[in-house]
């Protein structure tokens, strides 16, 4: 399976590939993508429910052991799994339309 990591939203593990990092740098909350950057990472699935909820809870607060930061790439980041879960909730809707005619 794997690296394992823990989610810090829903707490359940998954392997390394299947989540996303956070890593924080000069008081920012940052996306590492690549899961390269050095320093203290977060981990959690790529979900916007897991992301709101992590941010909700303060979950990166503690899980970074951070007191303040600025987490906006983070909600921007919880906008473009929004945009994409939209988008592919049209399609699958454009899809069954199709099937049905």
């Given at each position: 399976m794997g690296?394992?990591?823990?989610?810090?939203s829903?707490?359940?593990q998954a392997p390394r590939s299947e989540?996303?990092?956070?890593?924080v740098s000069e008081g920012r909350l940052l996306v590492d993508r690549e899961a390269c950057?050095?320093?203290?990472?977060?981990?959690?699935?790529?979900?916007?429910e897991c992301v709101h909820n992590a941010l909700e809870r303060r979950?990166?607060?503690?899980?970074l052991r951070i007191r303040?930061?600025?987490?906006t790439e983070?909600?921007?980041?919880?906008e473009q799994l929004a945009e994409a879960t939209a988008s592919?909730?049209?399609a699958k809707v454009v899809d069954r339309t199709m099937d049905q005619s």
């Open positions: 690296q394992v990591r823990t989610c810090i829903c707490r359940s989540l996303t990092r956070i890593v950057q050095s320093g203290r990472g977060a981990w959690l699935h790529p979900k916007l979950a990166f607060r503690r899980a303040d930061v600025d987490d983070v909600r921007k980041y919880a592919a909730q049209t």
